[in-house]
């Protein structure tokens, strides 16, 4: 058991996975009460199941995979781990990548990493990881694959900066080469991202232009993992990170299937990322990307780079279109609009490919690549996210948020504080407001801990991280802890998303609820149905609804909504995927610290529902 414990907690350490005083006395309790380490490390939650499996993984190298002998970890996922192993019946060195069956998402997912692997496996291309063999045992799936010494284009660009059009587009080409050869094969990588494009010298003879790297496409292997339906609820599930919501196209959230246009959109946002330095949608957290990528809303590329051609530009555009259908069809339209841009890649230095270098001697031609995408003036809202040293910068991005938030929401439909009497006051007025803390998740995903049952039924559905309510309401308050005392929260920003089950069902969300006795009272309401979305009022729970204002309809009818509801100073401002809504003023004297979600006509969905207590800025916008 010494031994054991001793090979068990040096390892975790080694990973930085505990503290050295945490292994030493781990050890000594293993040895005093004869616990097995995996199991005492889990008793103490200190290590989740991925970890444990990394670990007994290393302390039995030549055991876990027949074949294989594990040499060390190259790194790990929310779902799995990849391992530099010797495969040893032709001695040579591969990346060995084990996911435990457990952690899949359902149990269909086994069968299909065995009907697809084996396609993956047959395919040969000079930009694509090469894979060599696949299987199951012992409780996880296997996947070998080319070893690769090179480094990721993502760390690439945050140690040089964006880089030029040249440089963007000739790695581009050779992914868009890549893909073109996977969907001949009926193959959709689903995750592509500069994280997984991997840069490397190219093999002596290898025709690229000179000091361009060639790119590798990995994780080709188990990127269809991630096909199932309910990709949006398990974003954010522990440990079950599945795709890469900056790249996502937008109806791999929406739950229909990826192809090889999703891959495209992929595509256009990793050049994104190359030519502005930073991804799409950069300093969001998941509810706003969720939200933006389903309005179809990005921040133009032009906002990050004046030096760009409008060749450059429109294409990118085209490529990140909201519609599948708006981008390219197939990778040979693609890659001829690419080649159609005129780029003078021939005799380029990759070490001159860095945004901003001069490159002596070249003169770039690039054509005006016409195609429909995002317009360039849609505005944006972004939620401030900036490092604390560059102030000036971060009440810009505050300014930002504030303004595309809310400007458009002060010129809404005004409800009074007695909405069924006359009322010839001003609608409220949005300001700036700052976040003071990190956003908060009221729903965990697993349980309806903290949340208050007022009537149907309500569960938890883990699989899919998602709270579900049937013909009924439940509550949730929102206070937060000062000097050891629970304060109701003055100011606060609440994201709820919320998707129907069928066209029968409205979901609605109650807010600023007057405080009287019973908590029955007049509250208002944001009310989501198959016709859009209205904000109105209710005298109690299941009092008639009055709509004040006009719907807001939503295009594309999509059941996926993010509700976003502002309570400020002057009132509340109420948007739905990005869309303004309504403006509200507070009610007087005060209102109860809650807010409820409600099911009508069945069930529906609410997920990813976070709040962030906010505070007043010093500007105010008009």
């Not at 990346?95 to 396609?119: G, H, Y």
């Amino acid at each position: 058991m010494s031994s054991d414990a001793d090979d068990f907690f040096t390892i975790a350490e080694r990973l930085s996975w505990i503290e050295s005083d945490d292994r030493e006395r781990l050890r000594r309790r293993s040895m005093d009460e004869g616990l097995d380490p995996t199991k005492l490390a889990l008793e103490e939650g200190l290590l989740d199941a991925v970890q444990l499996d990394t670990i007994e993984t290393l302390q039995q190298p030549r055991e876990i995979i027949p074949g294989y002998v594990i040499e060390d970890i190259i790194g790990r996922g929310g779902m799995g781990v990849v391992y530099r192993a010797r495969q040893v019946a032709l001695d040579r060195i591969v990346a060995l990548k084990t996911i435990l069956v457990s952690r899949m998402a359902d149990a269909s997912a086994v069968s299909r990493f065995e009907q697809e692997a084996r396609t993956v496996a047959q395919l040969r291309h000079p930009n694509i990881i090469a894979a060599y063999d696949f299987g199951k045992h012992g409780g996880r799936l296997y996947f070998a694959m080319e070893l690769v010494e090179g480094e990721d284009l993502e760390r690439t660009i945050v140690e040089r900066g964006p880089l030029d059009e040249t440089a963007a587009w000739g790695i581009a080409r050779q992914v868009a080469s890549g893909l073109a050869h996977a969907a001949r094969h009926g193959v959709v990588h689903r995750d592509i991202k500069p994280a997984n494009l991997l840069l490397v010298e190219p093999p002596e003879g290898f025709d690229l232009p000179d000091g361009l790297p060639m790119v590798k496409i990995t994780d080709f292997g188990l990127a269809f993992l991630t096909a199932d339906s309910d990709t949006r609820t398990r974003l954010t599930a522990e440990n079950a990170t599945v795709g890469s919501p900056h790249y996502m196209a937008p109806e791999q959230f929406d739950g229909f299937d990826a192809d090889l246009r999703s891959d495209i959109y992929a595509l256009g946002a990793s050049t994104y990322h190359m030519l502005a330095g930073k991804a799409p949608f950069d300093g969001m957290k998941l509810p706003q990307i969720l939200a933006r990528k389903l309005a179809g809303k990005i921040d133009p590329l032009s906002t990050h780079r004046d030096d760009l051609h409008p060749g450059t530009i429109a294409l990118v555009d085209r490529m990140l279109s909201h519609r599948p259908e708006d981008r390219f069809d197939d990778y040979a339209s693609l890659l001829a609009a690419i080649d159609s841009l005129g780029l003078p890649i021939k005799g380029s230095s990759w070490s001159n490919m860095v945004a901003g270098t001069p490159r002596s001697g070249e003169h770039t031609v690039i054509t005006q690549t016409p195609g429909t995408g995002t317009d360039p003036g849609a505005s944006l809202v972004t939620e401030p996210n900036l490092p604390t040293t560059d102030s000036q910068k971060s009440k810009s991005g505050l300014l930002i948020w504030a303004a595309a938030c809310f400007v458009a929401l002060a010129s809404a439909v005004l409800i009074a504080l007695r909405p069924w009497e006359t009322n010839t006051e001003p609608p409220p007025t949005a300001i700036a407001m700052t976040d003071v803390g990190t956003s908060v998740l009221l729903f965990n995903g697993v349980n309806t801990h903290n949340w208050l049952p007022v009537s149907g039924n309500w569960v938890a559905i883990p699989q899919q991280a998602v709270l579900a309510g049937t013909d009924g309401l439940i509550g949730h308050t929102l206070f937060k802890s000062e000097s050891g005392r629970a304060i109701p929260l003055e100011y606060y920003r609440l994201v709820i998303f919320t998707e129907r089950r069928s066209d029968d069902v409205a979901a609605e969300v109650h807010f600023g609820m007057e405080a009287v006795p019973g908590r029955n009272a007049a509250r208002y309401v944001v009310r989501h149905d198959k016709t859009g979305i209205t904000v109105g009022y209710r005298e109690q729970d299941r009092g008639e609804f009055m709509p004040l204002g006009q719907t807001v309809p939503w295009p594309n009818d999509t059941p996926l909504v993010a509700l976003v509801l502002e309570r400020q100073p002057g009132g509340w401002f109420v948007s739905a995927n990005e869309r303004p809504v309504g403006a509200v003023r507070l009610r007087e004297p005060s209102e109860l610290p809650e807010f409820r979600l409600s099911s009508e006509n069945g069930t529906t969905w609410f997920s990813e529902i976070t709040v962030t207590e906010l505070a007043e800025a010093t500007t105010q916008l008009h």
